[in-house]
Protein backbone atom coordinates (compact mmCIF):
# COMPACT_ATOMS: atom_id res chain seq x y z
CA UNK A 1 0.00 0.00 0.00
CA UNK A 2 2.92 2.36 0.14
CA UNK A 3 2.94 2.22 -3.42
CA UNK A 4 -1.03 1.56 -4.43
CA UNK A 5 -4.23 3.50 -2.97
CA UNK A 6 -7.19 1.11 -2.88
CA UNK A 7 -9.10 4.62 -5.04
CA UNK A 8 -5.90 7.17 -5.05
CA UNK A 9 -2.87 6.88 -7.11
CA UNK A 10 0.23 6.46 -5.23
CA UNK A 11 3.22 5.68 -7.37
CA UNK A 12 1.08 3.17 -8.93
CA UNK A 13 -2.88 3.44 -9.64
CA UNK A 14 -5.88 3.24 -7.29
CA UNK A 15 -6.26 -0.71 -7.09
CA UNK A 16 -10.45 0.89 -7.82
CA UNK A 17 -8.88 2.16 -11.29
CA UNK A 18 -7.34 -0.76 -12.15
CA UNK A 19 -10.56 -2.97 -11.59
CA UNK A 20 -12.50 -0.19 -13.87
CA UNK A 21 -10.15 -0.29 -16.61
CA UNK A 22 -9.75 -4.62 -16.65
CA UNK A 23 -13.76 -4.66 -16.26
CA UNK A 24 -15.16 -7.86 -18.02
CA UNK A 25 -11.56 -8.29 -19.74
CA UNK A 26 -11.58 -12.34 -18.96
CA UNK A 27 -7.88 -12.43 -19.95
CA UNK A 28 -6.72 -9.70 -17.09
CA UNK A 29 -6.41 -11.97 -14.44
CA UNK A 30 -3.62 -13.84 -15.73
CA UNK A 31 -1.78 -11.30 -17.49
CA UNK A 32 -1.62 -9.10 -14.09
CA UNK A 33 -0.92 -11.95 -12.13
CA UNK A 34 2.38 -12.23 -14.32
CA UNK A 35 2.95 -8.56 -14.54
CA UNK A 36 2.82 -7.95 -10.80
CA UNK A 37 5.18 -10.99 -10.54
CA UNK A 38 7.86 -10.44 -12.86
CA UNK A 39 6.98 -6.33 -12.69
CA UNK A 40 6.64 -4.15 -15.66
CA UNK A 41 5.72 -0.75 -17.09
CA UNK A 42 3.82 1.16 -19.76
CA UNK A 43 0.56 0.46 -18.60
CA UNK A 44 -0.27 4.01 -16.77
CA UNK A 45 2.40 5.54 -17.22
CA UNK A 46 6.61 5.31 -17.21
CA UNK A 47 7.37 4.64 -13.76
CA UNK A 48 7.50 0.51 -13.63
CA UNK A 49 5.92 -2.11 -10.79
CA UNK A 50 8.67 -3.61 -9.20
CA UNK A 51 8.88 -7.66 -9.45
CA UNK A 52 7.72 -9.09 -6.32
CA UNK A 53 10.30 -12.36 -6.41
CA UNK A 54 9.13 -13.87 -3.21
CA UNK A 55 5.27 -13.31 -3.87
CA UNK A 56 3.60 -17.16 -4.63
CA UNK A 57 1.77 -17.60 -7.83
CA UNK A 58 -0.77 -18.69 -5.29
CA UNK A 59 -0.82 -14.47 -3.75
CA UNK A 60 -0.30 -13.11 -6.71
CA UNK A 61 -3.47 -14.25 -7.85
CA UNK A 62 -5.42 -13.72 -5.30
CA UNK A 63 -3.93 -10.01 -4.54
CA UNK A 64 -4.97 -9.28 -8.12
CA UNK A 65 -8.94 -11.07 -7.73
CA UNK A 66 -9.14 -8.92 -5.05
CA UNK A 67 -7.88 -5.99 -6.88
CA UNK A 68 -10.18 -6.90 -9.80
CA UNK A 69 -13.21 -7.18 -7.37
CA UNK A 70 -12.74 -3.50 -6.45
CA UNK A 71 -10.36 -3.94 -3.71
CA UNK A 72 -13.07 -4.05 -1.23
C1 LIG B 1 2.39 -7.22 -4.23
C2 LIG B 1 2.45 -5.92 -4.44
C3 LIG B 1 1.83 -5.24 -5.64
C4 LIG B 1 0.70 -5.55 -6.35
C5 LIG B 1 -0.28 -6.68 -6.13
C6 LIG B 1 0.58 -4.55 -7.41
C7 LIG B 1 -0.42 -4.54 -8.36
C8 LIG B 1 -0.40 -3.75 -9.49
C9 LIG B 1 -1.30 -3.90 -10.61
C10 LIG B 1 -2.43 -4.93 -10.73
C11 LIG B 1 -0.96 -2.95 -11.54
C12 LIG B 1 -1.61 -2.68 -12.92
C13 LIG B 1 -0.74 -3.29 -14.02
C14 LIG B 1 -1.31 -3.07 -15.42
O1 LIG B 1 -2.37 -2.45 -15.59
O2 LIG B 1 -0.65 -3.53 -16.38
C15 LIG B 1 0.17 -2.24 -11.01
C16 LIG B 1 0.82 -1.22 -11.66
C17 LIG B 1 1.77 -0.45 -11.07
N1 LIG B 1 2.30 -0.59 -9.80
FE1 LIG B 1 1.93 -2.10 -8.55
N2 LIG B 1 1.60 -3.66 -7.32
C18 LIG B 1 2.38 -4.04 -6.25
C19 LIG B 1 3.51 -3.41 -5.78
C20 LIG B 1 3.95 -2.19 -6.24
C21 LIG B 1 5.02 -1.44 -5.63
C22 LIG B 1 5.82 -1.86 -4.40
C23 LIG B 1 5.14 -0.30 -6.37
C24 LIG B 1 6.06 0.88 -6.18
C25 LIG B 1 7.34 0.80 -6.03
C26 LIG B 1 4.16 -0.36 -7.46
C27 LIG B 1 3.99 0.59 -8.43
C28 LIG B 1 3.21 0.40 -9.59
C29 LIG B 1 3.30 1.22 -10.79
C30 LIG B 1 4.19 2.44 -10.97
C31 LIG B 1 2.39 0.69 -11.72
C32 LIG B 1 2.12 1.16 -13.18
C33 LIG B 1 2.94 0.26 -14.12
C34 LIG B 1 2.56 0.49 -15.61
O3 LIG B 1 2.32 1.66 -15.98
O4 LIG B 1 2.50 -0.49 -16.36
N3 LIG B 1 3.44 -1.52 -7.34
N4 LIG B 1 0.49 -2.74 -9.76
Redesign the pocket.
Known amino acids: M???GVSAKV???GFRD?AA?YAGDTTAESR?VV??KSG??????A????A?PL?SDAD?RT??QW?LAGAK
Not at 40 to 45: E, S
Open positions: ACHIGPVRLKVGTGAWGVPTPQLALVI
